[in-house]
T-cell receptor, first 108, second 114 residues
Framework: QKEVEQNSGPLSVPEGAIASLNCTYS??????FFWYRQYSGKSPELIMS????GDKEDGRFTAQLNKASQYVSLLIRDSQPSDSATYLC????????FGKGTSLLVTP | DTGVSQDPRHKITKRGQNVTFRCDPI?????LYWYRQTLGQGPEFLTY????????KSRLLSDRFSAERPKGSFSTLEIQRTEQGDSAMYLC????????????FGPGTRLTVL
């Protein structure tokens, strides 16, 4: 069973702070990693993809991948109340294997 | 709007009825996926197509579930003899075959079985 683990939260951060979301995965052969954001009642929306070890930055978002530790993270800088959502980590096989998601609450 | 559309957006049905959902992927995408998501869980893979061929099916996909993708365009997911446990959000995603294979999701169909 290929597993993707996330802390369910909720993770609460004040507006303007850095939110750090973490994910571990069990399949050492995984090649592609994704972060999706999901607002309540809506479908997942792609935020970031990462394929190589290291950091990848896109605006306020930074994804970090460490394949040796089987660990993926997402940093959100200057967090805004509109970032309040569930963040899903997904690892590719022939389909995406998702974690349960981390609920993020950004408080004004 | 990702370009993936699903219909209907909401469906309420009685236990034992059959329901069918439709997904229209991004036009140039040859891969199409169905997932199911229940409250507090991440999406769970059901099945996927590459063009018109159904290549993988999850053990979650009981024999009451059937999916098709005629001519490699839109796809339908049918649930026969619905049960209350089928209540969930049914998500469709599409991607183009390649190294990254990034999947884009449609808005989902919310099924409620009474």
């Amino acid at each position: 069973q290929k597993e993707v683990e996330q802390n369910s939260g909720p993770l609460s951060v004040p507006e303007g702070a850095i939110a750090s979301l973490n994910c571990t995965y069990s399949d050492r052969g995984s090649q592609s990693f994704f972060w999706y954001r999901q607002y309540s009642g809506k479908s997942p929306e792609l935020i970031m993809s990462i394929y190589s070890n290291g950091d990848k930055e896109d605006g306020r978002f930074t994804a970090q991948l460490n394949k040796a530790s089987q660990y993926v993270s997402l940093l959100i800088r200057d967090s805004q109340p509109s970032d309040s959502a569930t963040y899903l980590c997904a690892v590719s096989g022939y389909a995406l294997n998702f974690g349960k998601g981390t609920s993020l609450l950004v408080t004004p | 709007d990702t370009g993936v559309s699903q219909d209907p957006r909401h469906k309420i049905t009685k236990r034992g009825q059959n329901v069918t959902f439709r997904c229209d992927p991004i036009s140039e995408h040859n891969r199409l996926y169905w997932y199911r998501q229940t409250l507090g869980q991440g999406p769970e893979f059901l099945t996927y197509f590459q063009n018109e061929a159904q290549l993988e099916k999850s053990r979650l996909l009981s024999d009451r579930f059937s999916a098709e993708r005629p001519k490699g365009s839109f796809s339908t997911l049918e649930i026969q003899r619905t049960e209350q446990g089928d209540s969930a959000m049914y998500l469709c995603a599409s991607s183009s075959r390649g190294i990254t294979d990034t999947q884009y999701f449609g808005p989902g169909t919310r099924l409620t079985v009474l």
